[in-house]
């Protein structure tokens, strides 16, 4: 391997990290060190000796080495880029890019060769250009700025609907018609306070991320019993690598309760390795899914923020469960609380899963490919045909495609951009799918189908 490149300033010493001893820093330097792809491709931290963790973001080489563990967004998240382009992903999850410059600035080490292209050689370069030209248009025109009163109006009905619920157990009693009704409505609360949480968790309410981040807090604690730590710790690994095995925690599933992807599911098969009877997974997913997510959810929302030392947020979630208690114990009763707060935590569960993976599931599945951004997230996304009831219903996750292009984007602008996302894809013959909310659901059951049987195949004849 070429060592790295020194300009006419090459009296300057090299900082420590230069071309491979790294160790985090290089920001103080006045020398200008050049690497190649090649060289960057190596510091992954997973190719011995090279222990390093590089990562590239506008052609500049930065160690991270040191910094990753201390990520805000997540030490994983920012690993996952370990020996890659980053420049997209670094734009799309990043509000002020001024602020985050604080902590990119000692971690500089160099930047690329002038002879070496803006991305991996391997990624099409016509398809990133065209983006980037995309996303500069959507940053002039105003697209990424929240409505206040749409995001108003959203919380105040998810506040109504919380109400009504406690309203209804409270003047009605909780004989069978007021109980189920209360059931209904709170469920629908919940089930929209994960989708509102969901945007403050992209920092698409608040032109500032620090508010974004204070009210996703008080959601996901105080009125979920969620806690935001752990949800953005997870989430921001979806977005990043999606249907990445290894590097999107969705796929956690695989291999233990699903086989995931033809792929991977005739590896296993080939592997010999069986445990669940996987050609039947289509079947068992509508009680499995739901009736597993829920208590690892809990379990690891408790486990992550004691090992986080998140003790703020294990104080407003104990509060949630406090108030929740306070509110419906004392006028129905512990037993029939249970049952009715059990009762709507399964079906919020069941909800989301369905809603969650329509657009995930059915689409290509596979090792991280390092693709570049948009083809990443086109082949692992796909929408869900747009109405009144979808948007709503979905928290217009029904455009997970523009969602996940434009992370950041306030749900309401999704349906502005998703012509211009359309016509790019056409350029480049990509595939832009979009589906009935039906369909969408009865993909999930026949993708779990293909995958079993694919797994069945691979494990019985190989």
């Keep these: 391997m070429a060592p790295p490149q020194l300009t006419s300033e090459a009296s300057v010493p090299e900082t420590e990290g230069a071309g491979g001893g790294g160790g985090g820093g290089g920001g103080g330097s006045c020398a200008r060190r050049f690497f190649t792809w090649e060289e960057v491709a190596l510091r992954t931290g997973r190719i011995p000796p090279y222990e390093e963790l590089w990562l590239v973001i506008e052609r500049k080489v930065y160690d991270v080495s040191r910094f990753y563990q201390r990520h805000p967004g997540g030490a994983r998240v920012i690993r996952h880029y370990a020996g890659q382009d980053a420049t997209d992903a670094f734009t799309a999850f990043h509000l002020d ?29 016509s398809i990133i250009e065209d983006f980037r030209k995309l996303r500069s248009t959507v940053e002039k025109t105003g697209l990424l700025k929240p409505n206040s009163l749409f995001f108003s109006l959203i919380f105040l009905h998810i ?86 095995f290894r590097k999107d925690p969705d796929l956690n599933m695989h291999p233990f309760l699903f086989v995931l992807g033809k792929k991977l599911a005739a590896e296993l098969g080939v592997q010999k390795k069986k445990f669940m009877p996987y050609n039947h997974q289509h079947k068992y997913f509508f009680i499995s899914g739901p009736s597993v997510m829920l208590p690892f959810f809990q379990f690891s929302v408790v ?64 090792y991280d490919e390092n693709t570049d951004w948009m083809s990443t997230q086109l082949q692992a996304t796909c929408n869900v045909d747009q109405s009144f ?74």
Excluded at 99 to 120: C, F, R, T
Excluded at 218 to 240: D, E, R, S, T
Excluded at 322 to 350: D, Q
Excluded at 440 to 457: M, P, T
């Design 97 to 125: 890019k001024n602020q985050v410059s604080k902590y990119l600035k000692p971690l500089l080490i160099g930047e690329l060769a002038p002879d070496q292209s803006d991305s991996e050689p391997n990624k099409n370069q």
């Design 303 to 366: 486990y992550f923020s004691i090992k986080r030392k998140q003790w703020l947020e294990l104080t407003f979630l104990i509060s949630y469960y406090i108030r929740i208690c306070l509110m419906y114990i004392p006028i129905m009763g512990f037993k029939c609380f249970v049952v009715y707060y059990s009762l709507t935590r399964i079906l919020e569960i069941w909800c989301f899963t369905w809603v969650s993976q329509m657009n995930h599931i059915p689409m290509h599945i596979d």
């Design 159 to 244: 506040v109504l609907l919380d109400i009504a619920a406690w309203l209804t157990i409270w003047y009605f009693g909780s004989s069978l018609v007021p109980f189920f009704i209360g059931v209904a409505l709170f469920t629908t609360a919940q089930c929209q306070m994960n989708w509102f949480q969901h945007d403050l968790g992209h920092l698409s309410v608040f032109s500032k991320s620090k508010w974004n981040h204070r009210l996703h807090l008080v959601i996901m604690c105080l009125m979920k019993g969620l806690a935001a730590k752990w949800w953005n710790n997870l989430h921001f690994q979806h977005h990043a690598k999606p249907n990445c």
């Design 389 to 462: 009831f979808n948007d709503w219903f979905t928290g217009h996750l029904n455009f997970q495609i523009e969602h996940h292009l434009f992370p950041t984007m306030p749900r309401h602008n999704f349906w502005k951009v998703a012509p211009l996302v359309k016509t790019l894809c056409a350029k480049h013959g990509i595939a832009y799918q979009c589906k009935p909310l039906l369909t969408a659901f009865g993909d999930i059951v026949r993708s779990l189908k293909d995958s079993g049987e694919a797994w069945y195949d691979a494990y019985t004849h190989a």
